[in-house]
């Protein structure tokens, strides 16, 4: 209540779009703490962490072995089923590999959770703003990287959602609960067995 009573002056007197970016935020956090925690209880070198590995690739760093080239290549026609666009589709198998070596995680995991949340659209915005392939709430770039980001950018989601992912698995030393995090549903099985499910197709091994 007492929230609700100082957003309501703000309520009043703001414009549609303001509106909207105050019910994306507040409520979404809410639905977010409630199940995996306030995001104030991340630990402070956690928080340094999160945003030193936010940080962009570098473009020299990003230069294709042979290992790389024939992934990508066999993902982009998996991928195609979804997006049509082969430059796309390699671009999105691009740095779904990057950020899986750089963040430690399985990419068919990470393609898996791209698959559920926006079926590989990169514009896809959800009923509550999450934004983008892996679905990014925009609250995120307050608390881990830059207000300037674009969530829409393909290279820019899967590094937020890569992160995010990364953190939770970190914190509750499971992939299963990593995932049910992620969707704000801790404590349920369905949101992390259609990850799984979509894993499949990707050619990975269920996980343990």
């Known amino acids: 209540m007492l929230g609700f009573l100082i957003t309501l002056p703000f309520w009043i007197q703001s414009t549609p779009e303001e509106r909207q970016n105050l019910v994306e935020n ?10 995996t925690g306030a995001l104030g209880t991340i630990a ?18 990003t230069s294709i072995g042979f290992e790389q080239q024939v992934w990508e290549q066999d993902i982009q026609h998996v991928i195609q089923r979804w997006v049509p666009n082969k430059q796309e589709a390699l671009t ?6 990057v950020y899986s070596i ?3 995680l399985s990419p068919e995991l990470l393609l898996g959770l791209i698959a559920v949340e926006s079926r590989f659209d990169h514009f896809a915005v959800s009923n509550v703003g999450a934004r983008g392939l892996m ?7 307050k608390e881990l990287g830059q207000s300037s980001d674009n969530l829409f950018e393909i290279e820019t989601n899967i590094r ?3 992160a995010i992912l990364s953190h939770y698995i970190k914190r509750y030393k499971s992939e299963r609960r990593a995932l049910a995090a992620y969707n704000g549903s801790l404590g349920k099985a369905k949101y ?7 894993m499949k197709k990707f050619k990975a091994i269920h996980p343990r």
Do not use: C, H, N
């Not at 956090?29 to 409630?34: D, G, N, S, V, Y």
């Not at 402070?44 to 760093?61: E, I, Y």
């Open 160 to 162: 937020y959602g890569s």
């Open 92 to 97: 999105i198998a691009r740095w779904v590999y």
């Open 192 to 198: 992390p067995d259609k990850v799984f499910a979509q």
């Open 44 to 61: 402070k070198d956690d928080k340094v962490a999160l945003r030193k590995s936010l940080q962009p690739v570098a473009q020299a760093q």
């Open 26 to 35: 507040t409520a979404t956090i809410q639905l977010i703490e409630q199940s």
């Open 135 to 141: 679905q990014v709430m925009p609250f995120w770039k």
């Open 102 to 104: 750089r963040f430690d």
